[in-house]
């Protein structure tokens, strides 16, 4: 028996050093098995994540950001030690310390995890800040011991391959912090509006805090609890003695008051500039160039006429609006319970003016003629009757009645309506009644001799509408697209002194189509024979159809089809008064071209775009400068950029056009609500189509050009008394009045080979200097009345004409005379 008992214990120590044998060549075959096709972590070498694209303005306001993956990438280099001491704080106390994985941690990890294992808890483990790196970027996230096991190995390879300050990078670039922040840098805009450098102890203790649960700290909607958890991770920084006690104490006592940025734009004003900036990026690059490229996009936008444009265009159409009288309300809220039925009006995206100045109110009782009002806060105020006493009803016809009498007839008690607070002298709660416009409209500024978008606005709001009318809206040009006949005529060897019939005109449009008789504005008056430039500034329509069909509209198309205002148009006669219809920003570009001295330019709303790199990858002006990245300078002269504009139209025939359209401001159609309140150099036409449903004003300085368009989305008539110059011109008038307001008062550049010779405005003749009536008048040189290259007098064209295009559209006036209305 004794000798059995040593040969048991042999035996068994041979089966159990067998078994661990076998053991650990099981688990070395698992390991193996797990680690075969582990991914290399060389890849990480080359970390290009998708990165947030930026549009931003011409003074560098951030105008727009487009990410699936909102996230700005730092440098290692950059992020800030507090920010590197609050993360390691909370999530790897021994990152500088440990080879990838942490021992230590692990045990007191499991520990713990026993616990919420019994009860039933999903257990956290103990993850380093290289093993979440390892899991983010080469694995995934499944509750699995061959996951951790991996990911382990890989984590210590990762130590073992790149410093750490190469992981800190990684992880504070790739975290999920919430609110589709990824990254500290995209958090820190995000949360606070602060760039990493800005923040304090409490702000980085906050961005540290989320890596752990992001949704359960949120905190707009567990605020104590994201309050509890930056303090926590306050405390940490503490214990490592990277912050003092007081300061510690400090930062705990601090609020935390965060705020939201959304994607899109990011300035005021700017929806439909940005928007139409994203269309165009979509086109180039696709979705997925644009979310996840991180491009860095240079607009042409210009922040300080944007708001002159904006401001312009909103007061006009609101200008318009009361003009035409008070719609009434349909909102209305319950008298008993109105603070809880505004406050529901309030945070209906349905129910939003878009403007910021106003706001919702409800009408609580009469106080005489004024109106005492409740506003969603609980507050209250006065609508003065000097605030309502626009509102007259409004009636069919674009017509309106007689000013209320008292504010029964504007509002009843419970209705809902919006309000803006009056200016001084009117007390601080005194406040003025307002509308949302029904006619809307648009405004485009340019840059005339390169095509840079300055500004524009496609409607009074983007909260009310998205519909693009600067960009999208095709509407007839009516007036303004007559200085193309004129430009037309006088390249053919007209000369602004030239005389057309003004007087009736009828056309045959063909079998069963009747007789076409244009009209003038002022319906049967006549002017009869008419220099040019009279029948441009007073904006003659029988004139420019006779003058139109005299010189034929094959050759009227070709012009602004050249200045790209048109991809094709009809050689229709009716087409002369601007009855085809295209957007606004192809006119203003058409102006500018004439403006320009006739160079063909495009429209861009886009400077440069650079790569996330910084390399640039397209931009506007497709110049070469050969010499402006010499390394020295040693007295050179300036590099000298060529001018590669395509010169599409006789540079003295656009200064023609430009001096001519000077006298619509001086004399014609705009000369009083234009050129009689800005004294400097100004240009510009009107445009009304048929039955005033669209009404333009394009015009330009001798170094900025602005276009307006204002009409009905489903278009009407705007009204019977309305036209260009009376709704589009003071926007344009409003807003140059700004833009120029402290520029020097510049004239139009005379191109080479211009005459100036003193005419009389209405015969055409010359005349001496300082004779009543005279103007000066811009003559190519040797085409002057009397000289030997003037044309001889104008054979004009009477009575009935044969039709050269039949089956042109009656525009029935399109275009529009004085009238006394301007």
Avoid at 69 to 96: G, H, W
Avoid at 129 to 140: K, S, W
Avoid at 487 to 512: C, H, R, W
């Amino acid at each position: 028996m004794q000798n059995v008992l040593p040969k048991l214990l042999k035996w068994l120590g041979l089966a159990a050093a067998a078994l661990v044998v076998v053991v650990i060549g099981f688990v070395a075959f698992w390991v193996y098995t797990l680690t075969r096709d582990l991914p290399s972590v060389e890849t990480l070498q080359d970390y290009a994540p998708p990165v947030t694209t930026r549009v931003y303005a011409g003074n560098g306001t951030v105008l727009g950001e487009y990410a699936h993956e909102r996230r700005i990438f730092v440098p290692a280099t950059f992020i800030p030690k507090l920010v590197k001491q609050a993360f390691t704080s909370a999530e790897d106390r021994n990152f500088y310390s440990h080879p990838g994985i942490d021992p230590s941690g692990i045990l007191r990890a499991a520990i713990k995890d026993v616990g919420l294992v019994l009860e039933g808890r999903r257990p956290q483990g103990a993850s380093t800040i290289t093993q979440q790196v390892a899991r983010g970027f080469l694995l995934n996230s499944d509750l699995k011991m061959a996951r951790k096991v991996r990911e382990a190995i890989l984590a210590v390879r990762i130590d073992a391959t790149y410093p750490k300050e190469k992981v800190l990078e990684l992880y504070l670039n790739e975290i999920n912090l919430g609110q589709n922040s990824y990254g500290v840098g995209a958090a820190s805009l995000n949360y606070f509006g602060k760039s990493l450098d800005e923040l304090d102890i409490a702000e980085v203790a906050f961005l540290a805090s989320l890596p752990k649960s992001p949704s359960h700290y949120d905190p707009r909607y567990h605020h104590e609890a994201a309050q509890d958890r930056r303090n926590w991770v306050i405390s940490q920084m503490a214990d490592n003695n990277y912050i003092t006690d007081a300061q510690a104490a400090a930062a705990k006592a601090e609020p935390l008051i965060t705020q939201t940025r959304a994607l899109g734009s990011q300035a005021a004003d700017v929806d439909y500039y940005v928007e139409e900036v994203r269309r165009q990026l979509i086109a180039r690059y696709h979705a997925q160039g644009l979310y996840d490229s991180g491009l860095q996009v240079r607009a042409s936008l210009d922040t300080r006429l944007q708001n002159y444009a904006v401001s312009a265009l909103r007061s006009g159409l609101v200008r318009y609006d009361r003009r035409h009288g008070w719609r009434g309300t349909k909102l209305h809220v319950d008298p008993a319970n109105w603070k809880e039925g505004l406050a529901k009006l309030a945070g209906d995206p349905n129910h939003q003016s878009g403007i910021e100045a106003w706001r919702i109110a409800a009408a609580l009782a009469y106080d005489g003629k004024d109106i005492r009002i409740g506003f969603p806060d609980g507050s209250t105020g006065t609508l003065r009757y000097d605030g309502y006493k626009w509102a007259r009803k409004q009636l069919p016809g674009a017509v309106w009645g007689p000013a209320p009498s008292r504010p029964q007839d504007v509002v009843q008690v419970g209705d809902a309506f919006f309000v803006e607070p009056l200016p001084p002298p009117a007390k601080p709660a005194e406040f003025g009644l307002r509308q949302v416009p029904e006619v809307n409209g648009a405004i485009v500024v340019m840059d005339p001799h390169t095509g840079r978008v300055l500004a524009m606005s496609g409607g009074f709001s983007y909260a009310s509408s998205q519909f693009d009318r600067a960009m999208q809206a095709q509407r007839q040009p009516g007036s303004s697209f007559k200085p193309f006949v004129y430009a037309t005529a006088l390249d053919m060897g007209y000369t602004p002194a030239s005389k057309v019939l003004d007087a009736p005109f009828e056309m045959d449009q063909g079998p069963g189509l009747g007789i076409w008789r244009p009209d003038n504005f002022e319906k049967g008056e006549f002017l009869g024979d008419t220099t040019l430039r009279r029948g441009i500034e007073l904006s003659r329509n029988v004139m420019t159809v006779r003058l139109a069909h005299e010189i034929g509209m094959n050759n009227v198309v070709k012009l602004p089809l050249r200045f790209g205002v048109y991809d094709k148009l009809p050689p229709l006669l009716a087409n002369s008064l601007g009855a085809y219809e295209t957007t606004l920003i192809r006119m203003v570009t058409g102006y500018s071209e004439f403006a320009n001295g006739g160079k063909k330019i495009s429209a861009s709303l886009i400077d440069r775009i650079q790569d996330r790199n910084g390399k640039t990858i397209w931009r506007h002006d497709e110049r070469k400068c050969d010499g402006c990245n010499d390394a020295d300078w040693h007295g050179q002269e300036e590099p000298l950029l060529a001018d590669n504009r395509e010169q599409i139209i006789d540079p003295r025939t656009a200064y023609q056009i430009v001096s001519m359209l000077q006298g619509v401001v001086q004399r014609g159609t705009a000369a009083y609500s234009v050129g009689a309140q800005i004294p400097k150099p100004l240009a510009g036409k009107t445009g009304t189509s048929q039955d005033a449903q669209s009404v333009w004003f394009i015009g330009f300085s001798p170094d900025l050009a602005a276009g307006v368009y204002v009409g009905f989305d489903n278009p009407r008539t705007l009204g019977p008394k309305e036209q260009g110059a009376t709704v589009a011109a003071p926007i344009f008038r409003d807003f140059m009045k700004d833009a120029l307001a402290n520029a020097p008062a510049t004239p139009f550049r005379v191109a080479p080979g211009i005459e100036e010779v003193t005419i009389d405005w209405k015969s055409g003749n010359p005349v001496p200097p300082g004779t009543p009536g005279a103007i000066t008048e811009a003559f190519k040189a040797g085409t002057a009345p009397g000289e030997a290259n003037a044309p001889a007098p104008d054979e004009n064209l009477t009575g009935t004409a044969a039709s050269t295009a039949p089956g042109a559209p009656p525009p029935s006036s399109v275009g529009e005379g004085t009238g006394g209305l301007y």
